[in-house]
T-cell receptor, first 110, second 112 residues
């Protein structure tokens, strides 16, 4: 069945450093969504990518969707302590169901 | 706007006990979902309801049942709780099937 793998599982950075999390699907995706979950909170929708090769930016966050629509990445420039949390990708495949990656937990040292 | 409301927030059960997790949304969304979250496993879909009157199994449906009571409410029932069902449960809704998800605050369930 469809699988979505996300790496790394954990990342510790110094405040000001950059951070990237990667998402890979075993099948071609119709779209990919990204969510952020603060410690003790619930996942909150960040963005959706639909087109092959699409790049979207939200302030210091850059989201990319691969040309083959099987991978995606989230890059944060100059991390801040407010970026702490777990970032999830979720891919919509041919099953019509949204499958979540395992998430990347980001810790930022001030 | 409350969004998605889940009750209870915390629950401790003994093995074999039953309980129902309640979820309601006020966004007039058609689709509703139940996920469980375990460390290192991400969010796994238990059941979903694409529209009022329909329910379907997700990735991990064993040991659970659901009821889409009306367009607003979608409940998750554990008939005979097991320690493997210790988890954080999230209800979510979306305007359309597999659209962007709005999550509730979660229910932390411990089964001893």
């Amino acid at each position: 069945g469809q699988q979505v793998m996300q790496i790394p599982q954990y990342q510790h950075v110094q405040e000001g450093e950059d951070f990237t999390t990667y998402c890979n699907s075993s099948t071609t995706l119709s779209n990919i969504q990204w969510y952020k979950q603060r410690p003790g909170g619930h996942p909150v929708f960040l963005i959706q990518l639909v087109k092959s090769g699409e790049v979207k930016k939200q302030k210091r966050l850059t989201f990319q969707f691969g040309e083959a629509k099987k991978n995606s990445s989230l890059h944060i420039t100059a991390t801040q302590t407010t970026d702490v949390g777990t970032y999830f990708c979720a891919g919509l495949g041919n099953t019509g169901k949204l499958i979540f990656g395992q998430g990347t937990t980001l810790q930022v040292k001030p | 706007n409350a969004g998605v409301t889940q009750t209870p927030k915390f629950q401790v059960l003994k093995t074999g006990q039953s309980m129902t997790l309640q979820c309601a949304q006020d966004m007039n969304h058609n689709s509703m979902y139940w996920y469980r979250q375990d460390p290192g496993m991400g969010l796994r879909l238990i059941y979903y309801s694409a529209s009022e009157g329909t329910t379907d199994k997700g990735e991990v449906p064993n040991g659970y049942n659901v009821s889409r009571l009306n367009k607003r409410e979608f409940s998750l029932r554990l008939e005979s709780a097991a320690p493997s069902q210790t988890s954080v449960y999230f209800c979510a809704s979306s305007a359309a099937r597999s659209g962007t998800l709005h999550f509730g605050n979660g229910t932390r369930l411990t089964v001893t």
